[in-house]
């Protein structure tokens, strides 16, 4: 069975060193780079199963690494972060990141986060043409491939996950709690309004209006819910 790689960019040595034996003791292969660079390098020579990537490196942002990464492929990245700053987090996750992780962590915490990351990255298990359709939008769950109007959208892996959720209750609330449980965890412990980012980057790539969505309406203190198949055909 072929053993799945990590690619860790990360400066800090008190970390990468730690982190890598664990993480092949958990059966992983590692990659380990130290500056922006030398990580994308890497990445370009050997595509990884996910990239946990530091924001703060010697020789730029994090979040650039990111821009470059999400450019040309859609493989999972874990951001790792010594700032407590929401902005960060939050730009990390506007950018494409499928989670991120503040320092410090412990590898249990990391490793976990790694693995849920990978689970709903992985193959999907679905019949091969089993469809979700809703109006003009349309989502193969094999291919994991969404269109709108025929056209591809390109969605993030938290992204789609949320979009099918939705769709599986098209007309329906779909609560906070669910989609919590559903797209992260059950046991997440992250701050609820990473759900608002995710899904206000959903809406601008379903080319919703904020102030008058189609597609993804918010229902206050409550959660989210898509149009059902009859309000669309209106």
Do not use: C
């Amino acid at each position: 069975m072929n053993r799945r790689a990590i690619l860790l960019i990360e400066d800090e040595q008190s970390i990468s060193d730690p982190l890598s034996v664990a993480l092949r003791q958990e059966g992983f292969d590692v990659l380990v780079a130290d500056t922006a660079a030398a990580g994308l390098e890497s990445f370009r020579s050997r595509t990884p199963d996910l990239v946990l990537l530091d924001v703060m490196l010697p020789d730029g942002d994090g979040k650039d690494v990111l821009r470059e990464i999400r450019g040309s492929t859609r493989v999972p990245v874990i951001m790792l972060t010594a700032r407590g700053e929401e902005m960060d987090r939050v730009l990390g996750l506007e950018l494409g990141a499928d989670d991120y992780v503040t320092k410090p962590f412990s590898a249990a915490e990391l490793i976990a986060r790694l693995r849920a990351v990978l689970r709903r990255s992985g193959p999907a298990t679905e019949p091969a043409g089993s469809t979700l359709e809703v109006g003009d939008v349309v989502m193969n769950l094999e291919t994991h491939r969404v269109t709108k109007g025929g056209e591809h959208v390109d969605l993030t892996v938290k992204e789609y996950e949320l979009l099918r959720v939705l769709l599986e209750h098209a007309g329906k609330v779909v609560r906070r709690n669910v989609l919590v449980e559903e797209v992260w965890d059950p046991n997440w412990f992250g701050s609820t309004k990473t759900v608002d980012v995710h899904m206000s980057a959903l809406r601008k790539k379903l080319g919703d209006d904020p102030g008058s969505p189609t597609y993804v309406h918010t229902v206050r203190g409550v959660g989210f819910r898509f149009a059902s198949p009859a309000e669309l055909a209106e």
